[in-house]
């Protein structure tokens, strides 16, 4: 069986149990980079006390892994291996859907395992109330393509999330309040980490912000539709109106204002 396992995107302790017994069983293990992986290994044995008995650690990047795999002895898979990317889950803005391929055409048994993902974490943070998002994760970094996706952002009748790096989040941040001043968005630094911090705000507001923050870190953003700038989405005052018990309306005002449900519960309920 070859297992894809998600990994922390900043803490720890976000690793499941089933990850835990897994990378306890195998004996080989491919990697995106195996000098973080052995890191990442060394930080779970010392907190979770555990041994673990890997012999063979296969590099296994978006610039090798066709051939890695296609020159692979396949008498690796007769035991359990597994596939981790440095963090978070593999094949969302990271290496691994050719392996998942691969696996699908040589009817190799493989499982992805539920984990961190920070497009999910953003935007459950964000607060919008659309059911539906679309992921971008990066954009192209200059030229037409670039143009291309911010278009897109800007035309999408759904939130968008995007991921950017911390060398590049200035510039991107810069493009969004010229061509979205006004459009909500959130952006998240260093998710789950000691020093995560969130910004939410208009994109001209969030721009102004970030020029006296520190930047160093990876990025997560998700940027509201262009439908809720027009007025489509629910208001404030069109909450206050609904025939609905306080609790429930509270939550309602909560997802749109910022403020806590524990505040509008208490305004609704004197």
């Known amino acids: 069986m070859v297992y894809f396992i998600p990994t922390p995107i900043g803490n720890l302790d976000d690793v499941s ?122 954009l192209p970094h200059k030229g037409k393509e670039r143009d291309t996706g911010l278009e897109f952002i800007k035309n999408s009748p759904i939130p968008t999330i995007v991921y950017e790096s911390p060398h590049r989040i ?35 507001d969030i721009n102004e912000q970030l020029k006296d923050a520190n930047l160093k870190g990876e990025w997560v953003i998700v940027i509201d539709s262009e439908s809720t700038c027009k007025g489509d989405a629910i208001t404030k005052d069109d909450i206050l109106e609904l025939n609905l018990p306080p609790k429930q309306k509270a939550k309602l005002l909560a997802k749109v204002t910022g403020e806590s449900v524990k505040e509008w519960y208490s305004k609704l309920s004197t």
């Open 170 to 204: 200035e510039k991107l941040s810069s493009e969004l309040a010229t061509l979205l001043p006004e459009r909500k968005a959130i952006f998240i630094k260093e998710a789950t980490k000691k020093f995560e911090r969130k910004f939410v705000s208009t994109c001209a």
């Open 17 to 138: 149990q089933r990850s835990l017994k897994l990378l306890c069983e195998c004996h080989t293990l491919f990697c995106e980079d195996t000098r973080v992986t052995k890191r990442l290994l060394s930080l779970l044995s010392e907190k979770h006390n555990l041994t673990f008995s890997i012999d063979n650690f296969i590099s296994l990047h978006s610039h090798n892994e066709k051939y890695v795999l296609d020159n692979i002895d396949m008498s690796v898979f007769d035991e359990t291996v597994a596939y981790l990317s440095d963090a978070g889950m593999p094949c969302v803005s990271d290496p691994g859907s050719y392996f998942v391929q691969f696996c699908q055409e040589k009817n190799l048994p493989y499982e992805v395992l539920p984990g961190a993902n920070a497009a999910l974490l953003a935007y459950a943070s964000s607060g919008f109330l659309n059911p539906r998002f679309t992921f971008y994760g990066f």
